[in-house]
């Protein structure tokens, strides 16, 4: 996407944001079975489709030299971990989102870019040394086209992401932005009252998974339930159920992290990260996945009714963790 740059109105939007997120047994049901079979699709399964994995997350924005905090990020996998996608939006109200894939085909990445004031970018490249490179061309607001060579690269505080541009066919070149990609900080805020509800609940169904009280999901449960996992599989609420009367699966840890609680009406979305340890029938397991819980507010209180987990992180994921 097009980024702001401190003294240039225009901006450029990076890659993509927080795709399927996830839950698994939503966590418990999904995690066995998204272990024990290989969900990626043939075309997706090379080790260069995750080339640019480190920069997925959610970001806060900052100019490399000033520091000074110009937006906000949210690069997502999604299509089964095939793609990426970029929500962004900066602190001048320019917002856009971008795609990312790798090109098995031509052995390259190829990325395109669009804002909420008509711009785009369509850019490819490689990932080598290190640093994933991407250039393309566009015009200038007076018509000349332009060159435009775009540069991530993993550091030890987050992700640096830099552009440079020429408009004399490359013989010259010019720094267009440099920005530093931190983690996002959760702050402290107070959660309003519904808020506050949600996320107990959503915490309470956590620790019922955990501890397969049969009870407690069922309390927490809509009838009509489903659960989607990163491979696409479609589970009820009775799957879950007898899931945890076999007892098939047994956790050392089932916890959240990152959580993050929205409500509008009656409706509310939990996202968060989940880590879970244990065993699957004596198997060892243990993986993470972010995941997206929908609750709706029905005559018997709030009811848990939509499930949706990505696949587990890969091991070198910066969420890995």
Same mark, same amino acid.
């Given at each position: 996407?097009?980024?702001?740059?401190?003294?240039?109105?225009?901006?450029?939007l990076v890659? &993509?944001?927080f795709?399927?997120?996830?839950?698994?047994?939503?966590?418990t049901?999904?995690?066995?079975?998204?272990l024990?079979?290989?969900?990626h699709?043939?075309?997706?399964?090379?080790?260069e489709?995750?080339q640019f994995?480190?920069?997925?997350?959610?970001?806060?924005?900052f100019?490399?030299?000033?520091?000074?905090?110009v937006?906000?990020?949210?690069?997502t996998p999604?299509?089964?971990?095939?793609?990426?996608r970029?929500?962004?939006?900066?602190?001048?109200?320019?917002?856009?989102?971008?795609l990312?894939?790798?090109?098995?085909s031509?052995?390259?990445?190829?990325?395109?870019?669009?804002?909420?004031?008509g711009?785009?970018?369509l850019?490819?490249?490689?990932?080598q040394?290190?640093e994933m490179?991407?250039?393309?061309?566009?015009?200038?607001? %007076?018509?000349? !086209?332009?060159?435009?060579? &775009?540069?991530?690269?993993?550091?030890?505080?987050?992700?640096?992401?830099?552009? &440079?541009?020429?408009?004399d066919?490359g013989?010259?070149?010019?720094?267009w932005?440099?920005?530093?990609?931190r983690r996002?900080?959760?702050?402290?805020?107070?959660l %309003?009252?519904d808020?506050?509800a949600?996320?107990?609940l959503?915490?309470e169904?956590?620790a019922?998974?955990?501890?397969?009280?049969v009870?407690?999901?069922?309390?927490?449960?809509?009838?009509?339930?489903?659960?989607?996992?990163?491979?696409g599989?479609?589970?009820s609420?009775d799957?879950?159920?007898? !899931?945890?009367?076999s007892?098939r699966?047994?956790?050392e840890?089932?916890?959240?992290s990152?959580q993050?609680?929205?409500?509008?009406?009656? %409706?509310?979305v939990? %996202?968060?990260?989940?880590?879970?340890?244990?065993?699957d029938?004596?198997?060892?397991?243990?993986?993470?996945?972010?995941?997206?819980?929908?609750?709706?507010?029905?005559?018997?209180?709030w009811?848990?009714?939509f499930?949706q987990?990505?696949?587990?992180?890969?091991?070198?994921?910066?969420?890995?963790?």
């Amino acid at each position: 996407m097009f980024r702001v740059v401190s003294s240039c109105a225009f901006a450029l939007l990076v890659i &993509v944001f927080f795709s399927s997120a996830g839950h698994a047994k939503g966590r418990t049901l999904a995690s066995g079975l998204i272990l024990s079979e290989d969900t990626h699709p043939a075309s997706c399964a090379a080790p260069e489709v995750r080339q640019f994995d480190f920069w997925a997350g959610d970001w806060d924005m900052f100019e490399y030299d000033g520091g000074v905090k110009v937006g906000r990020v949210e690069v997502t996998p999604i299509l089964d971990g095939c793609a990426l996608r970029e929500r962004y939006e900066d602190t001048n109200g320019l917002r856009g989102q971008s795609l990312s894939i790798y090109d098995a085909s031509r052995g390259v990445w190829s990325q395109s870019w669009f804002t909420n004031r008509g711009q785009m970018l369509l850019i490819e490249g490689k990932f080598q040394g290190g640093e994933m490179t991407l250039k393309g061309t566009d015009r200038t607001p %007076t018509g000349e !086209e332009r060159r435009v060579h &775009v540069v991530w690269k993993a550091v030890e505080s987050g992700v640096r992401e830099s552009a &440079v541009t020429s408009i004399d066919g490359g013989k010259t070149w010019k720094p267009w932005f440099d920005l530093m990609f931190r983690r996002a900080q959760k702050g402290k805020t107070e959660l %309003t009252g519904d808020e506050k509800a949600i996320s107990a609940l959503d915490t309470e169904y956590q620790a019922a998974v955990k501890q397969n009280d049969v009870a407690a999901m069922d309390r927490l449960l809509g009838d009509d339930f489903i659960l989607v996992i990163g491979s696409g599989k479609v589970f009820s609420k009775d799957d879950l159920l007898n !899931e945890a009367r076999s007892r098939r699966f047994s956790y050392e840890h089932q916890e959240d992290s990152e959580q993050r609680v929205r409500v509008w009406g009656d %409706t509310a979305v939990v %996202t968060a990260k989940l880590w879970a340890k244990g065993a699957d029938g004596g198997k060892p397991i243990e993986y993470r996945v972010w995941f997206s819980d929908t609750y709706i507010r029905t005559a018997k209180g709030w009811k848990y009714v939509f499930g949706q987990s990505s696949l587990p992180l890969p091991a070198n994921s910066p969420d890995h963790k």
